[in-house]
């Protein structure tokens, strides 16, 4: 890295990290930072199962206000610490996020009445939020570019580990032959933070993002954190590093803050088909996501006879195939590239859906059929979900990626949120299947149009350094990029 006139530097930062083998220092990258979706999974299922509703009196409403409380939570904290993660650096970031969510989630665990719940249901779902914007940024500044894709998106997916871990968890923490009514639940809570305090201190050891760094006028602490590095992997491989071609420097001048003017000439006029395609990708998954998994227990308790108590055991295949999806195609957004999986992974899902409507509405399929089609059909859908955070992530210049992932973010939960609603509704008494046919319909087509717009307008990423798909604000370049 060298200095050039009118505070500019030429770094080869990008290009050094991303030359890197995997090794040992990127799987500390990927526990360390991962664990965030881990957690969300395990917050949502040990509060949807509200094993507290009995010991603190509360009623359905409360407790379904519980969960938009969270939610809420969730919005805020990815808005204010998504801005604050391109202010003030990664690292501070998903250390205070995690900590905030330990405090809130803990503390919850401690609840004798409903605000008390909510006020720190609230503060973790702050925590969670700042976590899916900060740490979305971290791992994909971090991780090589030819790995990038699939860690991302296998990292995404955990958090249906996480949930099917909440569930399992909830078998014998709700048991009151094991445990007692007000005894169960609150060690439900205090898992998270459990994992969480080992986690935060392994967190310690990442550093700050070279990039974010480079581009804040930071260079010399970013040479010397990608030298580090360097050292980790020559020593843990026994191999020297190639040198890296000064052709592929860049430069940069840094910029300290990036104002809310500079981010809507960036989103609406510079990338307006990027923000079609984030937007377009990030709504279409949370609603169909929403529209099936808070209400796929009333289906099968409405339409196929079942007991409450009995739909649990339908969501661990559930989740395991939601979980298993990222994993076993991710590592295909790396090498058949991002469009054309993005789509294949929508439009798979979108079909299997609509399939199972015609079946559903002929009353053609059992309760166990018509999980083994959610299992399918999530298990594509899941990777394209997935594959939405890293899209995001990847398409908008580095100064503003975290608060870009927190926008879509936003915007997604508020399409989510309304998703319940309607799928609520078609479901009814469950003295008609017809509406709920057309429901199934509507989430199909939702998802193939995602998948389409993802084709047309979207960004050939694959394998790419984050900077030659799109450069940052910071670099003079003359014209940026399209």
Known sequence: MSSTTNGAIKSLVPARMDRLPWTRFHWSVVVGLGVSWILDGLEIQIVSNAGFQADLDLSTQQ???????????????????????????????????????????????????????????????????????????????????????????????????????????????????????????????????????????????????????????????????????????????????????????????????????????????????????????????????????????????????????????????????????????????????????????????GLVLATSAFLFRADAISATVQVVFWCVSFFFASAGASSAYLTVSEIFPLELRSQAISYFFALAQVFGAIAPTIYGAFIGDGSSREPLFWGYLLGSGVMIIGGIVALVFGVDAARKGLEDITQPLSVLTGESKK
Request: hydrophobic share 50%; aromatic share 14%.
């Open 63 to 349: 407790v379904t206000t519980l969960g938009t409380i969270y939610l809420f939570g969730q919005v805020i904290g990815a808005l204010v610490f998504g801005r604050m993660s391109d202010r003030l650096g990664r690292r501070k970031l998903f250390i205070l996020t995690l900590a905030i969510y330990l405090i809130g989630s803990g503390i919850a665990g401690l609840a004798q009445d409903f605000w008390f719940l909510a006020v720190f249901r609230f503060v973790a779902g702050l925590g969670i939020g700042g976590e899916y914007a900060a740490i979305n940024s971290a791992i994909d500044e971090l991780i090589p570019s030819k790995y990038r894709g699939h860690v991302d998106i296998a990292i995404n997916g955990t958090y249906w580990g996480g949930a099917a871990l909440g569930a399992f968890a909830n078998i014998y923490l709700l048991d009151t032959s094991i445990f007692a009514e007000d005894i169960g639940w609150r060690i439900g809570f205090f898992l998270g933070p459990v994992l969480g305090i080992a986690i935060i201190f392994l967190r310690r050891h990442i550093p700050e993002s070279p990039r974010w760094l480079m581009t804040h006028g930071r260079e010399e602490e970013a040479e010397r954190t990608v030298s580090e590095i360097e050292a980790s992997v020559e020593k843990s491989t026994g191999h020297r590093l190639p040198e890296v071609d000064q052709s592929k420097a860049m430069t940069v001048t840094p910029l300290d803050k990036v104002g809310f003017p500079t981010i809507a000439k960036v989103l609406l006029k510079q990338y307006p088909t990027r923000t079609l395609v984030g937007a377009t990708m990030m709504i279409t998954q949370a609603f169909l996501y929403n529209a099936i998994f808070f209400t796929y227990a009333l289906v099968l308790t409405n339409f196929f006879g079942l007991k409450t108590a009995e739909t649990a055991v339908y969501f661990f295949p559930f989740a395991i195939g939601n979980l298993l999806g990222p994993i076993l195609l991710g590592r295909f957004f790396d090498t058949w590239g991002r469009r054309q999986m993005i789509f294949l992974t929508y439009l798979v899902s």
